[in-house]
């Protein structure tokens, strides 16, 4: 295809300001392009088989792979190969009004972008010309390398392979009428988290099947060739029919391709543009059927086999990425970009289609871009049980709260890898039963229940963050030892909250059955060094990571959780009966100051302990009481909000959406934390303590953990590690001396 410089062009739509080249008329443009085959007031074609609306994909498909090159190119970064390999797929979904489209290939971002500005999502932030599409392209402010919900238009997050799934089955569970297709790249299909995910899921939703994979086999990972590369057509069919897949619809380009090209993967772009129309067709009818498919009840994958960088500067893996010698001025980009360059009533054409599509621009359309409606709670049935009392199991008086928010939410999930039942909260699943098609009273399982228990850390955070990030309450509960499995999705889901348009609910974690109480299983249950990692995240600004010291406590910070929207909140909170030391009233203090002091003890000196968790309390109740023989007065504050006693400066929170900028000021720090010396104490990560040790300026020392071993109780443990009586007495006898 010969092309123009704008120059010579005249009447180019004003969108077009910054496209590098234009092309000449496309044969069959009259006959079969003069109109929109999306009608005005239409939000689809009308008939996949009518020869316009195949001639009318291939155009869009041929836009989209323009404005990748030529937007990556601009940058000479970013990754175009993936998303041009299955450039008529995505095209054919769009054709077909399916805009709810989620991706597990965070380098098809700019595919994704040039989709949002072909139908004038990108609007919304400021974006209405190719020029400024490509000034900020991988920008701050602008379009992120990868795929955020900050981007009008994109429905979830991109960023480490094997997550995209989750998305997409959480949006499908709360809008069963909508089809939510996802892309899944042949290098991220060897993640193990896809399919054993996909397959948990349907077994327990096995009506819920209107989100559709999209696999992209290309041949190609993003530094070699993918590890599926060498199956043949009717094995990776059996693969995906062995995974419980009811429907397979393959179309595959070597079946089209007239240029003789070599190997099983083959680039549609070189065919004759007769075959191009063609292959167009097999994959817009391939693709409508796949819908029809899933939305009618079976589980269904479409896949598009066509080789990686088809259409763009280059084939294969070295399609995948742009370097800084792959600029708009170097020759192999000029070709390209000529080859694809289309003529100024093509774009006019593929604008209008696309903007009509789905009713609308994806900013304006898709279930994203609304809050999703939820019932109001009221007041929980909230038990305050007397300081000094009966010890109570923290995790099971959540329960009770937790099992009632379901009962009122029906849309509410519980997820849990290892089973409530041995963390304490046997009574969320008497009251929600385990989702199983195996009904039995026994163990509380039911098809209808409301606890979902993959097991597999990932597939339960992924259907709890990833709800929580389509707009519903959830409660992602695990060991916390095993839970750094789920993580990277909650991680990813937290950072993309931090930058949502919109409000949805947290997504609240509850961590149980610490190291402590893990001691007769040894170090493989025993690793706390997960509270590092929420140390870190706290300095995003919309982390909270919150210690109850009992059961009184853990209900307040529960009932606070479901009150906040756009956070992580992470509850870690023993399964033991432990003695009851707060009100509801000292709790609302400790979420709002950080922190609430338990005992004072005056003394010729004073020796503040600031503890961390639950069980830690008691080898500091003992210390307290030792020094107290020793002259030395003590004053045990227990931290329940950590997050709270940093400084404002310290964290991103004014970057958040939602944000909160509650931090306890010097005054309030000091009357917590001054002393003679200060001992930060706690059964999990130092880490979790920074916020104190910055800003104290006490003579001050940390106990914490060091390693886990096997033990026959919490205490052994405990000295094992150092957190004993003793051992804290000597050391704060040693600060104050």
Excluded at 297 to 308: D, P
Aim: with cysteine.
């Amino acid at each position: 295809m010969t092309a123009t410089t704008p120059k010579e062009t005249s009447a180019a739509p004003n969108f077009c300001e910054g496209i590098q080249y234009f092309g000449e008329a496309i044969p069959g443009f009259e006959k079969y392009g003069g109109t929109p085959v999306i009608e005005s007031g239409k939000v689809a074609i009308k008939n996949p088989e009518d020869p316009a609306a195949a001639f009318q994909t291939l155009l869009t498909a041929d836009a989209l792979r323009y404005l990748i090159l030529q937007v990556t190119a601009s940058k000479a970064s970013g990754h175009p190969g993936g998303f041009a390999s299955q450039a008529e797929a995505y095209a054919a979904l769009v054709m077909l009004g399916y805009k709810n489209i989620i991706t597990e290939v965070g380098h098809h971002a700019p595919g994704f972008y040039s989709a949002m500005f072909l139908d004038r999502s990108l609007e919304d932030m400021g974006i209405e010309t190719v020029q400024q599409l490509r000034d900020r392209f991988r920008e701050k402010h602008g379009l992120l390398g990868h795929l955020s919900g900050y981007i009008p238009g994109i429905l979830g997050p991109a960023g480490p392979l094997g997550q995209g799934q989750h998305f997409a089955m959480s949006a499908a569970l709360l809008h069963k009428d909508k089809l939510f297709p996802f892309t899944v790249g042949d290098g991220g299909l060897g993640e193990p988290y896809i399919m054993s995910s996909i397959a948990h899921f349907h077994t327990a939703f096995p009506t819920v099947t209107n989100f559709l994979p999209v696999l992209v086999w290309n041949g190609y990972s993003q530094e070699h060739h993918s590890m599926v590369s060498l199956k043949t057509n009717e094995q990776m069919t059996a693969y995906w029919y062995g995974n419980g897949f009811e429907k397979v619809v393959l179309v595959d380009a070597k079946d089209f391709d007239d240029a003789n090209q070599k190997g099983d993967y083959v680039d549609s772009t070189a065919f004759s543009f007769e075959q191009r129309l063609a292959f167009t067709k097999a994959v817009l009818t391939g693709v409508d059927e796949a819908a029809r498919s899933a939305l009618s009840g079976k589980l269904t994958v479409f896949i598009i086999k066509q080789l990686k960088g088809a259409g763009v500067h280059a084939r294969g893996a070295k399609s995948h990425n742009l370097y800084a010698k792959d600029t708009l001025d170097a020759p192999h980009i000029v070709s390209a970009l000529k080859e694809r360059a289309l003529p100024p009533e093509v774009w006019q054409l593929v604008r209008t289609n696309c903007e009509r599509a789905g009713g609308g621009p994806a900013a304006k359309t898709v279930v994203t871009e609304f809050e999703y409606k939820l019932p109001e709670l009221g007041e929980l049935p909230l038990e305050e049980y007397p300081v000094g009392g009966e010890p109570k199991v923290s995790t099971t008086a959540m329960g009770t709260l937790v099992a009632k928010v379901g009962q009122i939410d029906r849309n509410f999930f519980v997820t849990n890898a290892d089973g409530n039942e041995a963390s304490g909260i046997a009574n969320i699943n008497q009251a929600l039963k385990i989702i199983h098609p195996t009904t039995d009273d026994l163990y509380y399982q039911a098809p209808n229940g409301q606890v979902y228990e993959p097991l597999s850390e990932d597939g339960c955070a992924g259907l709890a963050a990833g709800l929580s990030l389509m707009g519903a309450r959830t409660l992602w509960c695990s060991y916390e030892s095993f839970a750094i499995n789920g993580l990277p999705i909650w991680q990813t889901v937290t950072q993309a909250m931090a930058e949502l348009r919109r409000r949805t609910p947290s997504t609240i974690t509850l961590f149980t059955a610490g190291a402590l109480e893990q001691g007769r299983n040894g170090w493989t249950h025993q690793r706390p060094e997960i509270e590092a990692y929420f140390a870190s995240l706290m300095r995003n600004g919309n982390v909270f990571p919150l210690f109850p010291p009992d059961a009184n406590s853990i209900q307040v910070c529960y009932d606070w959780a479901l009150t906040t929207k756009n956070k992580g909140i992470v509850i870690t909170a023993s399964k033991s009966p432990l003695p009851i030391r707060t009100t509801f009233e000292q709790t609302s203090q400790g979420l709002r100051d950080g922190a609430v002091v338990l005992q004072e003890v005056s003394g010729n000196k004073k020796v503040v302990f600031a503890v961390i968790g639950d069980m830690t309390l008691i080898p500091v109740f003992e210390a307290a009481a030792l020094l107290e023989k020793e002259g030395i007065g003590a004053r045990i504050v227990s931290v329940i909000n950590p997050r709270r006693l940093y400084r404002p400066h310290d964290t991103a929170w004014d970057t958040c959406s939602e944000a909160d900028g509650g931090f306890v000021d010097d005054e309030k720090f000091a009357e917590l934390f001054d002393g003679d010396a200060l001992i930060g104490v706690t059964g999990g990560a130092a880490a979790m303590l920074e916020p104190i040790m910055l800003r104290s300026t006490s003579k001050r020392d940390t106990f914490a953990w060091k390693r886990g071993e096997t033990t026959a109780s919490a205490g052994e443990l405990m000295a094992f590690n150092g957190l004993t009586a003793e051992a804290l007495v000597k050391r704060g006898i040693s600060l104050v001396s």
